[in-house]
């Protein structure tokens, strides 16, 4: 089963942007993914549910974050191998290895460069975790005649 991630593409100034409809881009005004040119960069995203709420453990909302960049970077043509960085905020840094083990889960094989620190607090007092990514699409080599 697909996990739902509902995304809107726009174009604007030569750029495609994607919104998540999270509550708070129009109240920041931002976009949770933007393409410009071969790059995607993903805004810090944190792991709410389609129905408003947050999953009790690290783990889960670490996992749903990861399934909501990973759909916003291929609704701007991209894809999971494009991935080259990756920033993790926590807001408990003992909860450091299940969300690691999840970041570990989508890019084991991709092995992005990555940051992951502990912050005060994040947006929501529910959230326990805040993940970035950026993305550079990479183009097949020509056929060689």
Do not use: C
Not at 23 to 45: K, M, N, Q
Not at 66 to 77: K, V
């Amino acid at each position: 089963m697909t996990p739902q991630v509902s995304l809107t593409v726009s174009h604007r100034n030569g750029r495609k942007y994607a919104s998540s409809g999270s509550p708070w881009e129009p109240i920041i005004g931002y976009s949770r993914a933007v393409r410009s040119g071969d790059w995607i960069l993903v805004t810090g995203t944190v792991g709410l549910e389609p129905d408003g709420r947050f999953s009790a453990t690290a783990r889960q909302q670490a996992r749903r974050a990861l399934e909501i960049i990973l759909a916003a970077i291929e609704s701007l043509g991209g894809k999971p191998t494009d991935v080259v960085r990756t920033r993790i905020y926590v807001a408990n840094i003992e909860d450091w290895k299940e969300i690691g083990e999840v970041h570990s889960e989508f890019f084991e094989s991709i092995r992005p460069a990555t940051t992951m620190v502990q912050v005060a607090r994040l947006i929501d007092p529910e959230a326990l975790v805040e993940i970035e990514a950026d993305a550079l699409i990479q183009h097949e080599a020509p056929a060689r005649a």
